[in-house]
C-alpha cells in the first residue's frame, strides 16, 4: 500500500533499516467553529485564540511526535475555513492517513453532521484513514447539548477511535493527536514485520 504524501513516496522499511522519517498526513474536519484550528493551535503552539482568527490562512503543520523512541512527523492539515462553504477540496483529503472528525458538545447539530462527514471522507480517500471521533469544548459543562455516552455509541458503531477534548483548557488535546498517529505507526509496522 502506498503511503505517499503530497506525491512524495514514503519509505517504509524494517526497524534497523528506517533512515527514513516517518510523515504522516492528517486532516481535521467537522463543521464550523466546532475548534478545529484550536487544537491544532493548542497542540502545535500550546496557543488559544477566543475568536476564529486562528482559522485564517494555516494550510498545515508539520509536528513532531515521538512513539516508541521513533520520532514521528504530523503534517496536519487545517480547512481554513472551506468547510463554512461546504468547498472542502479532495486536494484536501489526498494522501490523508489519519483525521480527526470533531464536532462540538455544546451544538448538537454538529454532531448529527458527524455521518455526512464520514461520508466526504470515504468518498475522498481510497484507503482507510485511521479516525478519531473528536467531542470538544468539554469545558463548557453547563452547556452541554450531547452526553459521553452518544458520543462513544456513534464511534462505536462507526469504528473509530473516541476522545472529548478542550481546546481551552488543555484536557485531551495532545491525546487525540498521539492516539491517530500512534494507530497509524502501529498498522504501519504490523505492515513490515
Ligand atoms: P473551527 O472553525 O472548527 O476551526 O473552530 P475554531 O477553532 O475557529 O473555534 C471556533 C470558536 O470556538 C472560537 O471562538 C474558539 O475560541 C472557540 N473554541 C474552540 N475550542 C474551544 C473549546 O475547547 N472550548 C471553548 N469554550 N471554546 C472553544
Ligand atoms: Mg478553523
Do not use: P
Not at 486562528?54 to 521513533?70: A, H, L, P, R
Not at 484507503?127 to 450531547?146: P, Y
Amino acid at each position: 500500500q502506498d503511503f505517499g504524501i503530497a506525491g512524495k513516496k514514503m519509505d517504509v522499511c524494517s526497524e534497523e533499516e528506517q533512515t527514513e522519517d516517518y510523515l504522516f498526513k492528517i486532516v481535521l474536519i467537522g463543521d464550523s467553529a466546532v475548534g478545529k484550528s484550536n487544537l491544532l493551535a493548542r497542540f502545535a503552539r500550546d496557543e488559544f485564540y477566543s475568536n476564529s482568527k486562528s482559522t485564517i490562512g494555516v494550510e498545515f503543520q508539520t509536528q513532531k511526535i515521538d512513539i516508541n523512541g521513533k520520532e514521528i512527523k504530523a503534517q496536519i492539515w487545517d480547512t481554513a475555513g472551506q468547510e463554512r462553504f461546504r468547498a472542502v477540496t479532495s486536494a484536501y483529503y489526498r494522501g490523508a492517513v489519519g483525521a480527526l472528525l470533531v464536532y462540538d458538545i455544546s451544538r448538537r447539530l454538529t454532531f448529527e453532521n458527524v455521518g455526512r462527514w464520514l461520508n466526504e471522507l470515504h468518498t475522498h480517500s481510497d484507503m482507510n484513514v485511521v479516525t478519531i471521533l473528536v467531542g470538544n469544548k468539554t469545558d463548557l459543562k453547563d452547556a452541554r447539548e450531547v452526553t459521553t455516552v452518544e458520543g462513544k455509541a456513534l464511534a462505536e458503531t462507526q469504528g473509530l477511535f473516541f476522545i472529548e477534548t478542550s481546546a481551552l483548557d488543555s484536557s485531551n488535546v495532545s491525546a487525540a493527536f498521539r492516539t491517530v498517529v500512534e494507530e497509524i505507526y502501529h498498522i504501519l509496522s504490523r505492515k513490515v514485520m
